[in-house]
């Protein structure tokens, strides 16, 4: 048993198809699992809430302002009643009695008349940014709602609209748009049901009592371990085309940049999870020790990876925490290929440190590997 | 080391904490050799033949196994050796036939759709071949772990209780199957609770607290023991045994179909412990069996609980 050889990584290759195959809670876990948690997670931005409470902060009544405030309600999303001060539209959002707040500027009329595009402000709360996004997208449809009402020179035509929203997020900044948050489930949903399936793999054959076997036979631990992941790489992608297929067809989710290139970043991020898995599989004792150690991870990569809170707002040592997981990588890489299109250059940056994290893992893994039963 | 000698261990050590599980052990076994391995539970029978195969690394002592370092060579030592565990080791959600077919895929066997269906035929599974190892019964289950440690035509066959749980006509085919490798130059090293195998093997090794106490052919284990042992035939030989259990000098007493069995160290005790029974009975002395010397090896009282 001189190296690596290919015979005997398939014939342990073969085995695990068909244990894969034949595991029932596995199949539940590899299709259930991702489609559930896409919906769970998902739920909200698919519910698309109308009706949402607005208050109205005033002073002029105007005509414009009227035909404003008619166009919003026609928009089907706001609610919305007038407010005395401020201060009450303080307290409203900060209660949650609130979700927007909707500020029309002293002379309104005037400045719109005057050519100024002046703005009307949104305060909204933007902590769940899924309840409030469609909302926000359809405000830049309203920018014409002053149409028959303006002479026809101050109409608003693409370059110039007679008045602006400016949607002032408050609470969570980056995450207003609901399609930031899509690729992000993508990454997370993908961790969790690739990280615990290796994650069991070898300490199932050592609870089994299959390791003494497996162990008392020519085969090498690469060659093992790399066939405990294949399979999983393959389960992988069809978790993929379910999930992106879900998320177009359900969320609306855009497609801008190469499928090709996001299929490799992402088998690249499978391969990272797996690795991982195998690597807690074989330093672990038990099944409950692997499992806890896989769930250790999965909450700093939830709230480091820039899935929950915005990236950039976190203080610089959870930054850097967050640079070691891959998951904050792909979340960048899925994020800007379907998002913004970008091409190959654009994710090199956080391809590599997906690359460097599963090759350190699986040494980690062949280090730990115990060949003998002690 | 000696050329034909298949196994040639020395003084090997193992402990388990503070607990030595082996304890200087050194065994030779000679090619096409059957050589059984006895011992009480916990004697250390497991984890000597997993330190033959590498499984388990000795914490002193050394040797060769088929000629290989047992430590150095383990990899290369496994490639000519079939192990069959003490504890059912296949994989239970693969048929019969899969488990072997990936046995045979992992020793790179040439011709493995034949090798497995011969190995099937030979060991008559033929009829469970599509089941699934999990739902075989536990004989069954032996004999496909015989089948699948055999399979890539092994030098050195390491069987931990091969055929516990397995009926006796399987038993009885399953010895007669070593016997058949063994003429055609298999080396066996098989450890057993049964005493019809061990009277079937070339030679026993016999284990107590992780050191060897006896070894030799039956004959002379038996023999060798300085046991004595009577028996009597007669009516009510179970009231008569326990009776004689209580007495001094006698190790055991038990019935055995229409005899009844007494052996210990000590004649004139025995003499006496006969002599003040109520007569009725008609005994004569017997060469002592293995049976009588592994109950009389297992009650030693420096025999430590396991
Ligand atoms: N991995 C281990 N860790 C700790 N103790 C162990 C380990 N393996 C074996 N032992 C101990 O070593 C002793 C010898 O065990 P071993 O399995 O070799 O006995 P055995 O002769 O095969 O017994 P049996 O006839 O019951 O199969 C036992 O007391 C057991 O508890
Ligand atoms: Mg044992």
Redesign the interface.
Same mark, same amino acid.
Do not use: H, W
């Given at each position: 048993?001189n190296g690596f050889?290919f015979?005997?990584f #398939?014939?342990?290759l073969?085995?695990e198809w068909?244990?894969v195959r034949?595991?029932p809670f596995t199949l539940r876990m590899i299709i259930a699992l991702p489609v559930m948690q896409l919906f769970l997670f998902g739920y909200a931005i698919n519910a698309d809430p109308k009706h949402l409470p607005t208050g109205l902060l005033a002073v002029d009544h105007s005509k414009y302002e009227r035909t404003v405030i008619a166009a919003l309600k026609n928009t089907g999303y706001y609610d919305i009643r007038p407010l005395d001060s401020e201060a009450e539209a303080e307290r409203g959002l900060a209660d949650g009695e609130l979700l927007f707040v909707v500020n029309i500027p002293p002379n309104f009329d005037r400045s719109v008349d005057r050519g100024e595009q002046p703005a009307i402000l949104m305060d909204a709360d933007a902590t769940d940014p899924s309840a409030i996004g469609n909302a926000a997208a359809a405000l830049a449809a309203l920018t014409s709602a002053l149409d028959r009402d303006l002479p026809p020179a101050a109409r608003s035509a693409p370059a110039r609209a007679p008045f602006q929203f400016e949607v002032h997020a408050r609470y969570n900044p980056e995450q207003l748009t609901v399609l930031n948050i899509v690729p992000g489930l993508i990454c997370i949903v993908l961790t969790i049901s690739t990280l615990f399936v290796t994650t069991l793999s070898i300490t199932r054959e050592t609870e089994?009592?299959?390791?003494?076997?497996l #162990?008392?036979?020519?085969?090498r631990p690469i060659e093992v371990m790399l066939a405990k992941v294949v399979p999983y790489i393959v389960i992988g992608y069809a978790q993929v085309i379910l999930i992106v297929a879900i998320a177009v067809a359900v969320f609306g989710l855009p497609v801008r940049g190469s499928v090709a290139l996001l299929t490799l970043a992402l088998g690249l991020f499978i391969a990272s999870n797996l690795a991982l898995g195998i690597t807690f599989s074989t330093v672990a004792r038990n099944q409950m020790q692997a499992i806890q150690m896989a769930q250790f991870t999965l909450l700093p990569s939830f709230l480091l990876s820039g899935f929950m809170f915005p990236f950039k707002g976190m203080p610089a040592w959870a930054q850097w925490a967050g640079e070691l997981f891959p998951v904050t990588h792909a979340l960048r890489i899925v994020r800007g290929i379907l998002l913004k299109g970008n091409g190959f250059a654009e994710i090199a940056p956080d391809l590599w440190p997906i690359a460097v994290f599963t090759l350190a893992v699986t040494l980690v893994a062949t280090w730990s590997y115990r060949?003998? #039963?002690? | 080391m000696t050329a034909d000698l298949v196994i040639d261990v020395r003084d090997l050590h193992k402990s388990y904490g503070t607990r030595k599980v082996v304890d200087g052990l050194t065994l030779a076994v000679k090619a096409g050799e059957i050589c059984g391995f006895l011992g009480a539970n916990g004697s250390g029978k497991t984890t000597t033949i $997993?330190m033959l195969?590498? +499984?388990?690394?000795p914490n002193g002592g050394g040797g060769t196994c088929l000629g290989l370092d047992i430590i150095r060579d *383990?990899? $290369?030592i $496994? +490639?000519q050796?079939g @192990?069959m565990?003490q504890? =059912?080791? =296949? @994989?239970?959600? +693969?048929t019969v036939t899969?488990n072997l077919? =990936?046995?045979a *895929?992992? @020793?790179?066997l040439d011709n493995r759709r034949e090798a497995v269906k011969a190995i099937i035929d030979r060991m008559g599974l033929a009829d469970r071949a599509g089941q699934l190892a999990g739902e075989l019964s536990g004989g069954w289950k032996q004999r496909l772990a015989l089948a699948a440690c055999v399979l890539h035509k092994p030098k050195l066959l390491l069987l931990d209780e091969p055929t516990a749980g397995v009926d006796a006509k399987a038993r009885r085919e399953f010895w007669d199957l070593i016997h058949d490798m063994a003429a055609d130059g298999l080396t066996v090293l098989v450890s057993t609770h049964y005493m019809d195998e061990a009277a079937r093997c070339g030679r026993i090794v016999y284990l107590s607290d992780g050191k060897l106490v006896v070894q030799g052919t039956p004959d002379e284990v038996a023999k060798g023991s300085g046991l004595i042992t009577f028996e009597a035939t007669g009516p009510n030989l179970d009231v008569a045994a326990r009776t004689l259990r209580k007495m001094p000098g006698v190790e055991s007493a038990a019935v055995f179909g229409s005899a009844l069995h007494i052996a210990g160290m000590d004649r004139a005790a025995l003499e006496r412990a006969i002599q003040s029974l109520d007569g009725g009975l008609a005994w004569h002395e017997v060469p002592p069996q293995l049976e009588d010397v592994f109950i009389h090896l297992l009650s030693q009282p420096d025999r430590p609980h396991a």
């Open positions: 048993m050889s015979r005997r #398939l014939a342990v073969r085995k068909i244990q034949r595991d089994r009592g299959t390791m003494e076997n #162990l008392a036979m020519p085969v060949v003998t #039963l002690d | $997993r195969c590498g +499984l388990v690394r *383990a990899p $290369r $496994r +490639l050796v @192990y565990t504890r =059912f080791s =296949f @994989y239970e959600d +693969l899969e077919d =990936f046995v *895929a992992v @020793y790179e």
